[in-house]
C-alpha cells in the first residue's frame, strides 16, 4: 500500500510540474506583462530567472490572469 501512495504522489508531483513547464513557456513570452506593466520592458534574463516560480506556482498565476480578462 505504501509503494502505490509513494508512486502515486511521485506521478502527480511529476504531472504538476508537466503542467507548470507547460504553462511557463506563453507565460514567460508574453502574458507576464498583462499582470505586472514592469515585467513588460523586463529583459529575456529576467524573464528566465521567473521560469521556477511561475511552473510552481502556475495555478495561482492563472486564476489572476483569468480575473484580469
Avoid: K, S
Wanted: glycine share 14%; net charge positive.
Amino acid at each position: 500500500m505504501g509503494e502505490l501512495l509513494a508512486r502515486f504522489l511521485v506521478v502527480a508531483a511529476g504531472g504538476y510540474l508537466a503542467l507548470g513547464a507547460c504553462f511557463a513557456v506563453p507565460f514567460v513570452a508574453g502574458w507576464v506583462g498583462r499582470l505586472d506593466p514592469a515585467a513588460r520592458a523586463g529583459t529575456w534574463g529576467f524573464r528566465v530567472l521567473i521560469i521556477p516560480g511561475t511552473i510552481l506556482l502556475w495555478p495561482m498565476l492563472l486564476t489572476r490572469l483569468w480575473r484580469i480578462r
